[in-house]
């Protein structure tokens, strides 16, 4: 072997392995994101679910955001409630998450530490909705999306019946929507 050989074969073991610097330092591997993001990033997702619809701000109490998507013979509604970060441990929306993942068709209820959690996954409406514990009625964060038929009405499709007691099933691609948030 030379002395060009060696240099090569050395070269290559430098830089193998772990230098001596790097053997002392503690490596911390992070999320970048974690599930609040995840929450906020699925309900802004709804907002590109429809973009073939017309879409129109609801009226809605203060502190939530909420459209409709009307279509030819349907309406899409989605609401949603997001808190500031760190209002809501990041383990509840975690929890939530791995909650609608698991649902199939259903509803599902789990408690979490200080929080109950509530899911809807069904043909006519998708819900992911936070609480304090025994607070069922004040939801402190949540995201909902469901849909009406429009009345036929003199040969043409008006609003949705007041009642709104005709369901449309979601669970079915349109436009951007696959039938679930996730």
Known sequence: MNW???????RQTQRQGVSARQKDEEFIFEDEDDCYD????ISENIKN???NAIREPDKVPEGQEGFSYTYDKFVVYSQALIPKKGEVPDEAFCAAIELYKNAKSESLYQSFKNYDIWVIKNSSEHTIKIFLENSI???????????YEREFIDGAYGPPSSAQNTLY???QNIDGWRGSFI
């Open 4 to 10: 060009f050989s060696l240099l090569k074969v050395q």
């Open 38 to 41: 995840e929450f906020v990033r």
């Open 49 to 51: 679910f429809f973009p």
């Open 137 to 147: 009625s004040d939801a402190v964060a949540f995201i909902s999306l469901d849909a």
């Open 169 to 171: 099933n979601i669970d």
